[in-house]
């Protein structure tokens, strides 16, 4: 829907996949996607005066049900508006999964952008007049207004890189945090770009979608005492095809019996099938952890995410994994290549989500 009555901001093509943002409450007290996504135009239908407006009704799930093909479809839909004069693009999303689908859309469309990707959503529905939706829509429309070049989540008062952010509340209005990057913008009467922040800069006819995500990747959160023989059966299974641990702190699992996570990992390398460590908490550190339950990982052949934020390691490594596996089907990679390339892969930054070794980027 397009609506060139007079003249506005900015042209902007906003993308509807569902969530908290659009959703109506039922007789019953359930809170559920609308029955017709263009109902979700009323959320604040002063937007009208202020951008020109392109409705995609792409999706319209609560967010916990998105997943790595919706991430394409997401990518996709971008990338095939991507020369149709927009300023900029808006995805709005559940939040419980709004952190995955960025990273994965980052990834997907590559660094740096032509123009900025804000996905938003909200805590409230829009019927809650005090609540966030209205204020969150139109907050996000304005940062994609901006000289942005990169996908960013806009919540409440903070723009922050997208695949550097994270849920951090279910009710609070300040619901999203990025624990190892400084915020891109605070949003105040001016929306305040940081320094740290990427430029729009065009990519070319070259420019190609790389929106694959490989199924098969299993993820355990570690806990005292937890047997790694349970996970066996997961790894030796033909679907899996490699396993993230959710470390403790900085990487650090355990190696010490009968608990130790080693020869899991070593077996798990036999089997062609990479182990990646991210961590509890975005540390710092998996990276180049100084104790010694994360060294014993790590010379298994644990692959450390640096201080990538989980939900980013999650994203990345089925991005990775796609393109690996697709690259020794066409016998691009010989097989004995693979883990290592894995590892290089995962430890290269692509989009701005992790530190690496050699420089400091303004990570927290
Ligand atoms: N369950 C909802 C969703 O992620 C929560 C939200 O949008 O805040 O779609």
């Known amino acids: 829907m397009i609506n060139k009555m007079h003249k506005r901001e900015a042209r902007i093509c906003l993308i509807f996949t569902g969530g908290t943002i659009g959703m109506q409450r039922r007789a019953d007290g359930t809170l559920q996607p609308p029955d017709n996504p263009r109902d979700f135009l009323r959320v ?24 790595p093909t919706d991430w394409t479809a997401i990518a996709e839909a971008i990338f095939e508006r991507r020369n149709d004069g927009f300023d900029g693009f808006v995805v709005a999303h559940g939040t419980d999964t709004m952190h995955f689908s960025a990273s994965a859309v980052a990834f997907a469309l590559g660094a740096p952008l032509p123009f900025p990707i804000v996905f938003t959503g909200s805590q409230t529905i829009p019927e ?8 969150n829509l139109i907050r996000a429309c304005k940062v994609a207004s901006l000289d942005i070049g990169e996908v960013v989540i806009s919540f409440g008062d903070y723009v922050f890189r997208g695949c550097r952010a994270q849920k951090k509340d279910e009710a609070k209005f300040d619901a999203f945090e990025s624990p190892a990057f400084f915020p891109l913008a605070y949003i105040t009467e001016q929306i305040v ?10 990519r070319g006819d070259d420019w190609e979608l790389n929106a694959k995500f490989a199924s098969g990747i299993a993820q355990v959160s570690l806990i005292p005492g937890l047997e790694p023989e349970m996970l066996e059966p997961v790894l030796l299974s033909e679907q899996c095809k490699g396993l993230i641990l959710l470390s403790f702190g900085a990487g650090n699992v355990p190696h010490e019996d009968p608990y130790s996570f080693v020869k899991l990992i070593h077996g798990s390398r036999e089997l062609n099938k ?4 991210a961590s509890q908490f975005p540390a710092n550190a998996t990276l180049h952890t100084a104790y010694e339950p994360g060294k014993a ?27 690996v596996e697709e690259r020794l089907a066409n016998a691009e990679l010989e097989p004995h290549k693979k883990m290592r390339e894995v590892e290089r892969m995962m430890q290269t930054d692509y989009v701005g989500e992790m530190d690496t070794p050699n420089d400091e980027k303004g990570s927290k």
Do not use: Y
């Open 44 to 67: 604040a239908p002063e937007l009208d005066n202020i951008i020109e407006l392109e409705f995609v009704p792409l999706m319209n799930k609560d967010s916990t049900n998105i997943n």
């Open 128 to 135: 809650v007049s005090h609540g966030d939706a209205r204020i």
């Open 193 to 202: 770009l940081q320094p740290v922040t990427h430029a729009a800069t065009s």
């Open 274 to 277: 990479p182990v990646v460590i």
């Open 297 to 323: 990982a790590r010379n298994a052949g644990a692959i450390p995410t640096g201080n990538m934020t989980n939900s980013c390691a999650v994203a990345k490594f089925r991005w990775v994994m796609a393109q």
